[in-house]
């Protein structure tokens, strides 16, 4: 069964950062590539980034120099590193295998928000 639980989200000045980080079951990250995705208030869910297998990263334009994905294989974890937090960040972040396949289980999420 399928396990996705992401958590370090919370309130955080614009300019500030946040770790988050998301518990996997093995075989969903074992196997494939993981993602971090946002959903903010009245849109549609997006791709922040990913990282492959053996480590590659790709991200969105909109947060390349700023955020960093990184996962540890052993603890079946990924990271997403958050700096220069902008208050067009504030969404829930997700994490899930990339690319996520129609019908795919996600976790409860966890709500970043950057406001003064």
């Known amino acids: 069964q399928v396990q996705l639980v992401e958590s370090g989200g919370g309130l955080v000045q614009p300019g500030g950062s946040l770790r988050l980080s998301c518990a996997a079951s093995?075989?969903?990250?074992?196997?494939?590539?993981m993602g971090w995705y946002r959903q903010a208030p009245g849109k549609e869910r997006e791709l922040v980034g990913y990282i492959s297998r053996g480590g590659t990263t790709n991200y969105a334009n909109f947060v390349k120099g700023r955020f960093t994905i990184s996962r540890d294989n052993a603890k079946n974890t990924v990271y997403l590193q958050m700096n220069s937090l902008k208050p067009e960040d504030t969404a829930v972040y997700y994490c899930n295998r990339f690319p996520p396949y129609r019908g795919d289980y996600w976790g409860n999420g966890t709500l970043v928000t950057v406001s003064s």
């Open positions: 093995g075989s969903i990250f074992i196997i494939n590539p």
